[in-house]
């Protein structure tokens, strides 16, 4: 990955609409690869104290270097490039969110082109603003440029509401269900829904090969890009993958759904709200 290129380092202005930027009081929104620990605290801070499926609430509240624990321990699972997003008003800057992109699902995946869009925050101040697709765009357009052609497809799990309105109901963002994960979440466990937004090329080659391998995985593809794999069915393209990972790209998918940890979940278990967003983006 190429995620260190230079321009990552620069401070980078989020595209967000004039009414937007007058209703939050800002000038404009940026984000930015770094923050200060005082400004890091406040936010880590205020994560703590929500009930939420975010991964960072396992990592302690510190007296200090909370900022640098929070780098180091994402980056032992995996590369990971964080973006920090700033309110800007005057010359006063005030952080109002955070997110990563990873540069796999976990380092022992070992397939080239399979980023992973994680960890995203908004500070309570901020949220109800449609701030998180901004934020979205932004790092999927940062994929497409640094990845270019070796691009194949972005990986996305979430059990947020938001998350999900934004990952299906806008046309760029174009994400596809491919199944379900569980989350400890400490206490409790939580279902969360997986999606890979297929580069073009990659899709193609997708429709084109898997076909050919077993009309079966023809099959549960067509289902995936119409959204509408059921969870049983998520399993047995899993499971018919992995059968054929004697042909590359069988394989790379079938090792990815295995690292996600698609598993079989009961789906009635599932909210009726999150059901409704699903469904309604079904297109068979
Ligand atoms: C998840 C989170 C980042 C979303 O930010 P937000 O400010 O709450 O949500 P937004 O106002 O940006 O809305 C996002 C989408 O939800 C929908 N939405 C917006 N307002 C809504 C409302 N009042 N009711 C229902 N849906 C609404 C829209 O589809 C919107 O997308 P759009 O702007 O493209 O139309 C934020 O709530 C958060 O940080 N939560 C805690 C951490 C967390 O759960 N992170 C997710 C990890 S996957």
Redesign the pocket.
């Known amino acids: 990955m190429k995620l260190l290129k230079e321009e990552l380092q620069r401070d980078q202005t989020l595209e967000v609409d004039q009414e937007t930027l007058n209703r939050i009081g800002a000038d404009y929104i940026f984000s930015r690869p770094s923050a200060g620990e005082p400004e890091f605290r406040q936010l880590f801070e205020e994560l703590h104290q929500?009930k939420?499926?975010?991964t960072w609430k396992k990592y302690p509240l510190l007296d200090i270097g909370n900022l640098a624990n929070v780098i180091s321990e994402e980056n032992k699972k995996r590369p990971t490039q964080f973006f920090f997003f700033y309110a800007q008003k005057g010359n006063q800057a005030s952080l109002m969110?955070a997110a990563t992109i990873a540069e796999s699902i976990c380092n022992s995946f070992q397939y080239k082109g399979f980023p992973v869009l994680?960890?995203?925050?908004?500070r309570r101040a901020?949220?109800?603003?449609?701030?998180?697709?901004p934020m979205l765009v932004m790092r999927i357009e940062y994929c497409e440029q640094m990845y270019g052609d070796e691009l194949k497809a972005i990986h996305l799990g979430?059990s947020?509401?938001?998350?999900l309105?934004?990952a299906l109901?806008?046309a760029f963002q174009n994400f596809k269900l491919v199944g379900n994960e569980v989350l400890d979440c400490g206490k409790y466990r939580e279902i969360i829904f997986d999606f890979l937004r297929f580069s073009p090329s990659y899709q193609e080659s997708c429709m084109t090969r898997l076909p050919e391998i077993d009309p079966l995985l023809g099959d549960y593809f067509k289902k995936v890009l119409n959204n509408s794999l059921s969870s049983a069915e998520a399993m047995a393209f899993k499971e018919k993958l992995k059968i054929h990972s004697d042909q590359p790209i069988a394989a790379e998918l079938s090792c990815l759904l295995d690292k996600i940890g698609i598993t079989q979940i009961d789906e009635s278990l599932i909210e009726q709200d999150l059901k409704d967003i699903i469904f309604a983006h079904r297109e068979d």
């Open positions: 929500e939420i499926g975010h969110g994680s960890r995203c925050y908004i901020y949220r109800n603003n449609r701030l998180y697709t979430t947020n509401i938001r998350v309105k934004s109901s806008n």
